[in-house]
């Protein structure tokens, strides 16, 4: 096994899958432990990943659930271990508190020190001199506190500095491995110095795939004596694998002709960049569906009637789009961002399914999707084709043969072009 991992929300997670699988190596990203049997059907991996939602959870709910999952992940016997979070690394005190993880990662793995690791060039996210900088809705790129991620209406990213971010969330002793320390001959004895000088946590600069691949050096290097811990976004993937031989530049996708298929879209995202997604679909051709979030959590009724209307669309050709919020100002007066609404949506997205045997749908948002993709009753996913870099088209698995092998994307809301659902479409 090279490489295990836990996902702190479901699109995010399929975010590591696809840098897996543009790199050939064989993974598999379940939704929850796996039991035997399910491991036992894919005994070839040669990377496994738990998809889970603690970036929506408390520092109580780490503390009762996080352990049991690093402790099946290091019995796999890893090279490397990864908590894996958002690369706009979004979190507080007390909701998806990464500090909290990493104490009890460190503690399962018995790590000397954590590697952190959030810049991913692959996504346009940049860390230099500890601060955190990312590509906004608009295109350019920003420091984190000035992006729109500063007004994430649950986890605003308030602060650049990541130590200084991570200090509110963690008494773990912090140290930064600088541009300048990371691009030198002797990079692993300025980050030996580091821990020896006692940092329980060192975070990693990088701007450019150079920078990566010294930071994929690092943990290579490290990883020969001893299974490694680390924290961080998709940039720890890039990093790991940025050595590999054998890139591949798309993934076998299923060939299935879709010709004028429709495509089935859920949002429960509230971000800048899916509501011009939203926008620009509807102008090319999408049905626009809002949907009344505390209506439809609340009432059966209004259920059916949504599912009935999304689904006689989509038995018409019409590839149709249902969504909550139009932007963080539509989305004030819903309950978007709780995981009551995340798991409504995905009653709803298996009621259309079961109504109209639909086999390819998007879900936007990444708290919505962590909390809908639970209510399909699958136990894992695997890559199918990339779509943008961030989410790719992935395969369910589960026992219900109706939803067994719907071909499905967990975009995240700050994810993608603005023409990505017709590209989903048109796959």
Request: overall charge negative; proline content about 4%; aromatic content about 6%.
């Amino acid at each position: 096994m090279l490489y295990t991992f836990y996902g702190d929300d479901f699109t995010g997670s399929t975010d590591v899958l696809e840098q897996l699988a543009l790199k050939a190596v064989r993974a598999v990203l379940f939704l929850r432990v796996p039991t035997e049997e399910q491991l036992a059907r894919f005994a070839d991996v040669e990377a496994i990943g738990i998809a889970g939602d603690s970036r929506s959870r408390s520092p109580e709910w780490m503390d009762a659930h996080l352990p049991a999952v690093f402790e099946f992940l290091k019995n796999r016997r890893a090279k490397v271990n990864h908590y894996k979070v958002c690369s706009t690394f979004d979190s507080s005190p007390e909701r998806g508190n990464i500090g909290r993880a990493m104490e009890i990662g460190s503690r399962v793995f018995g790590s000397s020190f954590v590697p952190v690791i959030v810049a991913a060039s692959h996504l346009r996210r940049y860390v230099v001199f500890g601060n955190l900088f990312a590509r906004d809705s608009d295109g350019d790129v920003k420091r984190i506190d000035r992006h729109s991620m500063a007004h994430h209406p649950a986890t605003p990213m308030r602060e650049a500095d990541l130590r200084r971010h991570l200090a509110a969330q963690t008494t773990m002793k912090t140290a930064l491995l600088e541009l300048p320390s990371l691009r030198s001959a002797d990079a692993g004895a300025q980050l030996d110095a580091l821990v020896e000088d006692g940092a329980q946590a060192v975070f990693f600069d990088g701007v450019d795939d150079e920078d990566v691949h010294h930071a994929g050096e690092l943990l290579r290097g490290m990883a020969k004596h001893a299974p490694l811990f680390v924290a961080g976004s998709s940039g720890v993937t890039a990093a790991l694998l940025s050595a590999r031989e054998g890139i591949r530049e798309a993934v076998d996708a299923t060939k299935a002709e879709r010709k004028n298929k429709p495509l089935l879209v859920i949002s429960g995202s509230c971000s800048l960049a899916t509501m011009a997604q939203i926008e620009h679909a509807v102008v090319h051709g999408f049905r626009g569906v809002v949907l009344d979030a505390n209506l439809l959590v609340n009432s059966a009724e209004e259920m059916a009637r949504v599912a009935h209307q999304a689904s006689t669309a989509l038995m018409e050709g019409v590839s149709t789009m249902l969504y909550t919020a139009l932007g963080p100002q539509a989305a004030a007066s819903t309950p978007s961002g709780s995981n009551e609404l995340g798991s409504t949506l995905g009653v709803l997205l298996r009621k259309i399914v079961e109504q109209t045997g639909q086999r390819r749908v998007v879900l936007c948002g990444g708290d919505t999707s962590s909390h809908a993709v639970q209510q399909l009753g699958c136990y894992a996913l695997t890559a199918l084709q990339p779509t943008q870099p961030g989410a790719p088209l992935c395969g369910l698995h589960t026992d219900d043969p109706r939803l067994d092998n719907l071909e499905i994307v967990l975009k995240g809301g700050q994810i993608g072009s603005k023409n990505f659902f017709e590209l989903v479409r048109d796959l």
